[in-house]
Nanobody
């Protein structure tokens, strides 16, 4: 049974950095594109970034371009989201996502709070 587990969230001051990790158990991530999403209180879940299976293709929401970097290490079956220059509006629960037809897989989420 595939499960996704996020880690690396926490409380950080504006301008700070965090690196989130998304690890898979029960299967490997090697063959799948992975996305990072986030959901702030009272708002809908939104896509933040995604990465192709080999890591050569990436995409970002306009709000995080130039600040966030997605990467993956298939040997470790882990996808990362490096978040720099964090802003209070980045505060949210961050989820990684995988789609294997016809199922959506989500992790439990990791809280990121940007506050002074």
């Amino acid at each position: 049974q595939l499960q996704l587990v996020e880690s690396g969230g926490g409380l950080v001051q504006p301008g700070g950095s965090l690196r989130l990790s998304c690890a898979a158990t029960g299967s490997t991530l090697d063959y799948y594109a992975i996305g990072w999403f986030r959901q702030a209180p009272g708002k809908e879940r939104e896509v933040v970034s995604c990465i192709t299976t080999n890591g050569h293709g990436t995409d970002y929401a306009d709000s995080v371009k130039g600040r966030f970097t997605i990467s993956r290490d298939n040997a470790k079956s882990t996808v990362y989201l490096q978040m720099n220059s964090l802003k209070p509006e980045d505060t949210a629960v961050y989820y990684c996502h995988l789609f294997i037809h016809p199922y959506n897989y989500w992790g439990q989420g990791t809280q990121v709070t940007v506050s002074s």
